[in-house]
C-alpha cells in the first residue's frame, strides 16, 4: 500500500521552497533590496561566506523547478513571493515583480499543481528595516497594504494562502539573537517585533481576505513540544512551560483571543510597553487552517532566570540520530505537536507545511542515495497517519525542501532537498528519496 492509498484521496502532498533561498537575481527587473540581501554580504554572517545571490537561480529555472514537482508526483508547490520584489521601497508597486509571479503561478496550474503562495518568507525590504523593521508598529499598515496589492493581483489565481513562515524564526534569530538579517540583538527589538508580526498576521488574514473573498487563509508556525529539565521535577516543569509559553503559545494564543501566556513566562509582561488599547482584540484572527512546521524537540534546562527559567536549545542525547544540523530526529515529537494544537480546538484544518532532515548527500554515479532521509519521512509519516487516526484534522504534508538550496546564516552545506542541486552547473538531479516519493505517489520522477 503506497501513501495515497494509506492516507486517502483527501490528503495533499506538497513541497516547499523560499524566494530567497532559491531565486538569486537580486536585482532582476526591478528588484529592491532585501534584508537578506544586505546581511548576506557582511562578513562573518554565513558560515560558508556564501549568499543567495545566486542561490538555485530559480528565478530564471522556475518552469524547471515545477516540472520536477510534478514529475515526483505531488500536488502542491509551496513558495513565497519576494516583497521586495513587488515593493522595492516596501511602497511602491513594481509590475515586473507581480508579473513574474503571475508566470510562476500559471507554471503550476498549466502542471497541475496547486499554487500555495507564502506572503513573507523573512526578505523584508531594506528600506522598511532602515524605518525600523518589524520594530517599528508602522510597518502593521504597511505590510496590510502589501498583502492586498497581492491579493489583487494573484487572488483569481491562487486559492491557498500563509500570511507569515514562521514568525518564532525571523524574529528570535533576527531580531533578538542577531544570527539572522537583519542581525539586531536583545529582548528591546525582539518584544515589539513580535507583537507587530502578531497584528500584522491579523490585518494581514483581514486584508487578504477583503480582495479575495473565497481565498483559504492560514499561518504557519514553528512548532516544538520542549523537554524540560532541572534539579527536581518541580524545576524541570517550570521550565518546560516557560519554553512552551515563549516558543509556541505566545505567538498562537493571540491569535485565538486569549493573550500572551505571561502565567508561565512572566517575562512577557515586558510586551505591555508596545501594547496598545485595543491591540488584544485587533490579534485575534479565524485562520482557515494552521500550517505546523516541526523539525525537532527542543531542550529547555532549569536555569534561575527571573520571568523565564529557561535558555531553550537542541538536544544531544548520543543515543539519538542526528541531521547534519546536530537535530536529534525525534518523530514522536510531530505527533505531540499535532495534538498540542488540535486541543485549542479552534483550528478547522491543520497542514504540515514543512517538515524535513539535513543530510551529507553525494552524488556518485548521478545518484544521491538518501537512505535516511526515506527514514525520516516514513517515521514522521507515521505521526501523522496516527494523528489523524486519533481525530485530528491534519490533511496534508509539505516537504522542505523541493531540492537544495541556501540554507540561511548555514550557507549551501546544509542539504534538505528531495532534488539535489549541483550548485556549479544549476543541475538538479532528483534523489532516492524523491524517486521514493514519486512511487508513492503516482509520478514518474525525470531528472531535471
Not at 498583502?147 to 507569515?164: C, H, K, Q
Not at 512572566?266 to 488584544?280: E, S
Request: glycine residues 10%; proline residues 6%.
Amino acid at each position: 500500500m503506497n501513501l495515497r492509498e494509506t492516507f486517502g484521496d483527501d490528503f495533499l502532498w506538497g513541497v516547499a521552497t523560499a524566494a530567497y533561498q532559491i531565486e538569486g537575481s537580486p536585482k532582476a527587473d526591478g528588484k529592491g533590496v532585501s534584508i537578506w540581501d544586505t546581511f548576506s554580504h557582511k562578513p562573518g554572517a554565513i558560515a560558508d561566506g556564501s549568499t543567495g545571490d545566486v542561490a538555485t537561480d530559480s528565478y530564471r529555472r522556475f518552469p524547471e523547478d515545477v516540472a520536477l514537482v510534478h514529475s515526483m508526483g505531488f500536488d502542491a508547490y509551496r513558495f513565497s513571493l519576494s516583497w521586495p520584489r513587488i515593493q522595492p521601497d516596501g511602497h511602491t508597486v513594481n509590475q515586473k515583480g507581480l508579473d513574474h509571479y503571475k508566470r510562476v503561478i500559471d507554471s503550476c496550474l498549466g502542471a497541475g499543481v496547486q499554487p500555495w503562495v507564502t506572503l513573507y518568507h523573512w526578505d523584508l525590504p531594506q528600506t522598511l528595516e532602515d524605518q525600523g523593521g518589524w520594530t517599528n508598529r508602522d510597518i502593521v499598515e504597511v505590510f496590510a497594504d502589501y498583502v492586498s496589492v497581492v491579493g489583487e493581483a494573484l487572488g483569481d489565481r491562487v486559492e491557498n494562502w500563509m500570511i507569515f513562515n514562521e514568525p518564532l524564526s525571523f524574529t528570535m534569530l533576527g531580531y533578538m539573537l542577531g544570527e539572522h538579517a537583519p542581525g539586531r540583538r536583545g529582548l528591546s527589538n525582539f518584544f515589539p517585533a513580535m507583537h507587530h508580526v502578531n497584528l500584522a498576521t491579523a490585518e494581514g488574514y483581514r486584508a487578504l481576505r477583503a480582495v479575495a473573498a473565497d481565498a483559504t487563509i492560514g499561518n504557519t508556525q514553528y512548532l516544538s513540544p520542549t523537554l524540560g529539565s532541572g534539579p527536581g521535577p518541580q524545576l524541570a516543569q517550570r521550565a518546560e512551560r516557560a519554553a512552551n509559553a515563549m516558543l509556541n503559545r505566545a505567538f498562537l494564543e493571540p491569535g485565538l483571543g486569549l493573550g500572551y501566556p505571561v502565567e508561565d513566562a512572566p517575562i512577557l509582561r515586558m510586551m505591555r510597553r508596545y501594547i496598545k488599547d485595543g491591540d488584544l482584540e485587533r490579534c485575534e484572527v479565524d485562520l482557515d487552517f494552521l500550517g505546523v512546521q516541526y523539525y525537532t524537540r527542543l531542550r529547555a534546562p532549569f536555569r534561575p532566570i527571573p520571568g523565564l527559567w529557561t535558555v531553550p536549545g537542541f538536544g544531544d542525547d548520543p543515543d539519538l540520530e542526528k541531521t547534519s544540523m546536530g537535530w536529534e530526529i525525534r518523530p514522536e515529537g510531530l505527533g505531540l505537536v499535532l495534538d498540542m494544537v488540535h486541543a485549542y480546538g479552534r483550528y478547522p484544518r491543520i497542514v504540515v507545511t514543512e517538515g524535513g532532515a539535513s543530510f551529507p548527500d553525494e552524488l556518485i554515479g548521478n545518484r544521491v542515495h538518501d537512505d535516511r532521509r526515506i527514514a525520516y519521512y516514513e517515521t514522521h509519516l507515521a505521526q501523522v497517519k496516527q494523528a489523524r487516526e486519533r481525530g485530528v484534522p491534519v490533511d496534508g504534508y509539505f516537504c522542505w525542501s523541493l531540492m537544495d538550496n541556501f540554507e540561511w546564516a548555514d550557507g549551501f552545506e546544509p542539504r534538505f532537498g528531495l532534488v539535489y542541486v549541483d550548485y556549479e552547473s544549476q543541475q538538479r538531479i532528483i534523489k532516492d528519496s524523491g524517486h521514493w516519493f514519486a512511487e508513492q505517489l503516482g509520478g514518474v520522477a525525470v531528472t531535471g
